[in-house]
């Protein structure tokens, strides 16, 4: 399949998919919950061509079998050739698309953190699997494994999920600037896996001088914008070693520069002490409701989609960081003409497992 979109639909299935598989035994009365085939491009990227497998469970027997393809975004297309039905594999054990990660996409070497992995597998074969193993590694830019690390678990029957296991060590990176890879590869101990294609998850993080990021591409974001299109969106940062440190310069993007002509965008520096009332929310009490930094960058139409970099203060000042704490960067934009202005960024990255 090839897939390009752009604006996913707010009505999408659970999960915002932009592309999903469902099925129907009776006709199609009824239907399954749609299934995550994403192929995991960025909006607006250049096509990534890739093989999906989608288990049929219950199927075998039906005369009224039916097979949608759910496509739900604006543009461009998704292309999906040689779909095939196949018998269900013996052993057949994966990699679901739920695993940990760094908890930066870029993270300057003096704010190294240690950080843990987990992966959820499942058993999508049609026999007990009584042992397997997934392992997860790191690499270097010269493809040489730094770290590994391996579960090992006991019996799992077919159409089971085993979830919420973590591995038992947590992983420093090396304080040397460069592009990382992790890996989760799956393998099942006594018998050959069938179909190896979903045996394994990847992940990239890089380590930088002096940069945090999200995310390592950029696009436009997949938000819904509020009805008057003034909004607020950021990103949070946890600094471990902020003594001798200070943030110095915020970068972003818009995809429309020329309609926000002579308009303001603010930037906000938010220091936060973390979830102080464990309700799983940033509460304005837990920043004193009020930003340690601020700025304004006024629009003059000839940005384009480069890359706009401010002060992160106003009077250009850098600003003293502290250790153990959180620290969120917001662009705040209001309007009262209904103009939009289109953030760019990407938020491809899932971190709902890290």
């Known amino acids: 399949?090839?897939?390009?979109?752009?604006?996913?639909?707010?009505?999408?299935?659970?999960?915002?998919?932009?592309?999903?598989?469902?099925?129907?035994?009776?006709?199609?009365?009824?239907?399954?919950?749609?299934?995550?085939?994403?192929?995991?491009?960025?909006?607006?990227?250049?096509?990534?061509?890739?093989?999906?497998?989608?288990?049929?469970?219950?199927?075998?027997?039906?005369?009224?079998?039916?097979?949608?393809?759910?496509?739900?975004?604006?543009?461009?297309?998704?292309?999906?050739?040689?779909?095939?039905?196949?018998?269900?594999?013996?052993?057949?054990?994966?990699?679901?698309?739920?695993?940990?990660?760094?908890?930066?996409?870029?993270?300057?070497?003096?704010?190294?953190?240690?950080?843990?992995?987990?992966?959820?597998?499942?058993?999508?074969?049609?026999?007990?699997?009584?042992?397997?193993?997934l392992t997860v590694t790191i690499q270097n830019s010269s493809n040489e494994v730094i770290y590994a690390d391996s579960i090992h678990y006991g019996s799992i029957a077919p159409d089971s999920l085993a979830e919420n296991v973590f591995f038992p060590d947590e992983y420093t990176p090396p304080a040397t600037a460069g592009t990382y890879t992790g890996r989760y590869t799956l393998t099942i101990d006594d018998v050959p896996d069938e179909i190896p294609l979903n045996n394994s998850q990847e992940f990239s993080f890089v380590m930088t001088d002096s940069i945090f990021s999200k995310e390592l591409g950029i696009g436009l974001l997949n938000y819904t914008i509020p009805s008057n299109n003034s909004y607020s969106w950021g990103n949070i940062y946890y600094i471990p070693n902020g003594e001798g440190f200070a943030a110095n310069s915020v970068t972003f993007s818009v995809g429309n520069a020329a309609a926000l002509t002579g308009r303001n965008v603010t930037v906000l520096l938010y220091q936060w002490d973390g979830d102080t009332n464990g309700d799983d929310r940033i509460n304005p009490a837990e920043y004193a409701d009020a930003p340690i930094a601020f700025n304004s960058y006024e629009f003059t139409g000839m940005e384009g989609t480069n890359l706009i970099n401010i002060p992160v203060d106003i009077d250009g000042n850098q600003v003293p960081l502290e250790s153990n704490k959180h620290y969120f960067i917001a662009l705040q934009y209001a309007t009262e003409d209904n103009v939009t202005m289109q953030t760019r960024g990407t938020n491809r990255l899932n971190y709902l497992a890290t």
């Open 1 to 133: 399949e090839l897939v390009r979109f752009l604006n996913p639909s707010a009505d999408a299935p659970p999960g915002n998919l932009r592309t999903s598989v469902s099925y129907s035994t009776d006709g199609g009365v009824t239907w399954s919950a749609a299934e995550n085939v994403n192929v995991g491009v960025e909006p607006n990227a250049n096509p990534l061509q890739v093989q999906r497998i989608v288990n049929l469970p219950g199927v075998q027997g039906s005369a009224n079998f039916r097979i949608k393809f759910i496509w739900s975004a604006d543009f461009y297309y998704w292309a999906i050739d040689d779909v095939s039905i196949i018998e269900q594999p013996r052993y057949d054990m994966r990699v679901n698309p739920f695993y940990a990660f760094a908890p930066n996409a870029a993270t300057p070497i003096s704010q190294l953190e240690p950080f843990g992995f987990i992966a959820d597998i499942e058993n999508v074969g049609s026999q007990t699997v009584t042992a397997s193993t």
